[in-house]
T-cell receptor, first 115, second 109 residues
Framework: IAGITQAPTSQILAAGRRMTLRCTQD?????MYWYRQDLGLGLRLIHY???????GKGEVPDGYSVSRANTDDFPLTLASAVPSQTSVYFC??????????????FGPGTRLTVL | EDQVTQSPEALRLQEGESSSLNCSYT??????LFWYRQDPGKGPEFLFT???AGEEKEKERLKATLTKKESFLHITAPKPEDSATYLC??????????FGAGTTVTVRA
């Protein structure tokens, strides 16, 4: 089934540990995104990639890094997790064609708790 | 800075009781306004894209409309399966999405 997969589904992590959230899409979309969703704040963009090999910072990038080695995968890394990074993380993708307004498709999310 | 405000935060409806959700926005150079549905524990699911003032889109019991300052999502004769959080997002000149906090709709049978 075409779409976006995320792993793990949920994770409890000790503060200071390193963690990578995985995201894979099979729609051959150019653009991919990482969001965090917190109660009352809505979805906020962490990092994005318009095409393989390029990345950019979103609204809340501090403490996170991403890479885009190929079209399908867009991992999000927390180098040293802190409790304020407790959230639900969503990966999304879109066609991302230049000058085209297109909808984003979302994965099922990863629920991360940092203690 | 782009801003998206949704109201009300929560809406409780009786089955069959029609209502509207509001999404007001301030953005420089609106490229598109999106509505998503999100069920508990799941990712947002795309519903509509609106591009210009006066545009309307319909899907089953949902109809989205757009003006220069706001968008409405009308739910006509809702059913319990329409219970969800509805998210509004705007896309501006930089093509990034800015989301509102959402309206949680509960429809009682």
């Amino acid at each position: 089934i075409a779409g976006i997969t995320q792993a793990p589904t949920s994770q409890i992590l000790a503060a200071g540990r390193r963690m990578t959230l995985r995201c894979t899409q099979d729609m051959r979309h150019n653009a991919m995104y990482w969001y965090r969703q917190d109660l009352g704040l809505g979805l906020r963009l962490i990092h994005y990639s318009n095409t393989a090999g390029t990345t950019g910072k979103g609204e809340v990038p501090d403490g996170y890094s991403v890479s885009r080695a190929n079209t399908d995968d867009f991992p999000l890394t927390l180098a040293s997790a802190v409790p304020s990074q407790t959230s639900v993380y969503f990966c999304a993708s879109s066609d991302g064609l230049a000058g085209v307004v297109d909808e984003q498709f979302f994965g099922p999310g990863t629920r991360l708790t940092v203690l | 800075e782009d801003q998206v405000t949704q109201s009300p935060e929560a809406l409780r409806l009786q089955e069959g009781e029609s209502s509207s959700l509001n999404c007001s926005y301030t953005v420089s150079g609106l490229r598109g306004l999106f509505w998503y549905r999100q069920d508990p524990g799941k990712g947002p699911e795309f519903l509509f894209t609106l591009y210009s003032a006066g545009e309307e889109k319909e899907k089953e019991r949902l109809k989205a409309t757009l003006t220069k300052k706001e968008s409405f999502l009308h739910i006509t004769a809702p059913k319990p399966e329409d219970s969800a959080t509805y998210l509004c997002a705007v896309q501006a000149d930089d093509y990034k999405l800015s989301f509102g906090a959402g309206t949680t709709v509960t429809v009682r049978a």
